[in-house]
């Protein structure tokens, strides 16, 4: 497609459980984001990656948060032992080298 | 620490007003700036970005202004029209980096 797309749109579950984002970006966008927007709050820097380059990973709030990004493309969000502060929209963007980013349409998880 | 900072929550204009979006910024390594707008259950769309050696940057009914002196930018629309009502982001990023920092959000309510 066209867009950035994110999988699942919806995910609801239990508190302690795994969960996993997944990621479409662009194709040939080099640069690739995740963000989380928490109810009320503006979008939180999580992680990114650029190319080869060893991703940037201040943002993680826990070590219960990690992300890879398999042969340059597709990203994975994994977040471990969900809590219920976890709850929020995780939204991914990619980009070209300072282009503006395009975001994709959000995965929303609600931990219960 | 918030790098980028939008203090006004929301804001509410009259159809065909002019509706300005203020942005601060206190990182002086910050040399690109973006806006993007941010509908319910949809992921920001970028709307218009400026570079540090501009002071201003138009795009139809959207123009950014940046003051590099003061560490803050503007985003005026006019005439304001009621599918403009959205979340607006500013965001910025430093030479070197693809790491944007997003402030928490203006909610504008354009009335018809």
């Known amino acids: 497609g066209a867009g950035v797309s994110q999988s699942p749109s919806n995910k609801v579950t239990e508190k302690g459980k795994d969960v996993e984002l997944r990621c479409d970006p662009i194709?040939?966008?080099?640069?690739l984001y995740w963000y989380r927007q928490s109810l009320g709050q503006g979008l939180e820097f999580l992680i990114y990656?650029?190319?080869?380059?060893?991703?940037?990973k201040s943002g993680l709030p826990s070590d219960r948060f990690s992300a890879e990004r398999t042969g340059g493309s597709v990203s994975t969000l994994t977040i471990q032992r969900t809590q219920q502060e976890d709850s929020a929209v995780y939204l991914c963007?990619?980009?070209?080298?300072?282009?503006?980013?395009?975001f994709g349409p959000g995965t929303r998880l609600t931990v219960l | 620490d918030q790098q980028v900072k939008q203090n006004s929550p929301s804001l509410s204009v009259q159809e065909g007003r002019i509706s300005i979006l203020n942005c601060d910024y206190t990182?002086?390594?910050?040399?690109?700036f973006l806006w993007y707008k941010k509908y319910p259950a949809e992921g920001p769309t970028f709307l218009i970005s400026?570079?540090?050696?501009?002071d201003k940057n138009e795009d139809g009914r959207f123009t950014v202004f940046l003051n590099k002196s003061a560490k803050h930018l503007s985003l005026h629309i006019v005439p304001s029209q009621p599918g403009d009502s959205a979340v607006y982001f500013c965001?910025?990023?430093?030479?070197?980096?693809?790491?944007?920092?997003f402030g928490t959000g203006t909610r504008l309510k354009v009335l018809a």
């Open positions: 963007a990619s980009s070209t080298y300072r282009g503006a980013s395009v």
């Open positions: 194709s040939g966008h080099t640069a």
């Open positions: 990656f650029q190319g080869n380059s060893a991703p940037d």
């Open positions: 990182n002086s390594m910050f040399d690109y």
């Open positions: 400026i570079s540090s050696i501009k």
């Open positions: 965001a910025a990023s430093a030479t070197g980096t693809y790491k944007y920092i």
